[in-house]
């Protein structure tokens, strides 16, 4: 089974730095989903990657996927206090685009 | 109005207890998951529903049931509880026309004691 690897589990920054998180898979990457989940709560998209090398941004945040190293990064510019909570990847395996594995997510707290 | 909601959101229950949380959606999507979370071990699925007729299994079925009573409603039954079903559950929605990018409800904290 595909297994999906975030570091760091978890972050503390001052607010305005920049930062990156990595989400590394054990199998292929066939598409990868970004999330935001704050404390206790539900999932919140950000982002979707299907192509090596591709590239997206929302707002401050910014996804690429590498398909050669089987690795994705998240990318926070001048963070905020909003950007604190837990960022979970999902992996898109080979038995399709409802099967999605999902890391153990990177705790950020940005401190004021 | 949320596009996924589930209920209800917070229960506490005992040992033996059986339990049913609710799922409901808005956003006229075909396909329904179950998922579980518990700290260090990340979302694991527990049903998946690709339309009312088509329920499947997902890693960690064993001690749930399923009900697709309508293409909004997708209920989890957790026959007999045990103290290790103690999670948050979460319910998602996805459609194959969006890449079955899954939207999640906001959770609902079980405890069973």
């Known amino acids: 089974s595909q297994e999906l690897e975030q570091s760091p589990q978890s972050l503390i920054v001052q607010e305005g730095k920049n930062l990156t998180i990595n989400c590394t898979s054990s199998?292929?990457?066939?598409?990868l989903y970004w999330y935001k989940q704050k404390y206790g709560e539900g999932l919140i998209f950000l982002m979707m990657?299907?192509?090596?090398?591709e590239e997206k941004s929302h707002e401050k945040i910014t996804a690429k996927l590498d398909e050669k190293k089987q690795q994705s990064s998240l990318h926070i510019t001048a963070s905020q206090p909003s950007h604190a909570g837990i960022y979970l990847c999902?992996?898109?395996?080979?038995?399709?685009?409802?099967?999605?594995?999902f890391g153990t997510g990177t705790k950020l707290q940005v401190i004021p | 109005d949320a596009d996924v909601t589930q209920t209800p959101r917070n229960r506490i229950t005992k040992t033996g207890k059986r339990i049913m949380l609710e799922c409901s959606q808005t956003?006229?999507?075909?396909?329904m998951y179950w998922y579980r979370q518990d700290p260090g071990l990340g979302l694991r699925l527990i049903y998946y529903?690709?339309?009312?007729?088509?329920?499947n299994k997902g890693e960690i079925s064993d001690g749930y049931s399923v009900s697709r009573q309508a293409q909004a409603k997708f209920s989890l039954s957790l026959e007999s509880a045990i103290p290790n079903q103690t999670a948050l559950y979460f319910c998602?929605?996805?459609?194959?026309?969006?890449?079955?990018?899954?939207?999640f409800g906001p959770g609902t904290r079980l405890t069973v004691l």
């Open positions: 990657l299907q192509k090596g090398g």
């Open positions: 999902g992996a898109v395996s080979s038995g399709g685009y409802q099967k999605v594995t």
């Open positions: 529903s690709f339309d009312v007729k088509d329920i």
């Open positions: 199998k292929t990457l066939y598409g």
């Open positions: 998602a929605t996805s459609d194959a026309r969006e890449l079955d990018t899954q939207y």
């Open positions: 956003k006229g999507h075909d396909r």
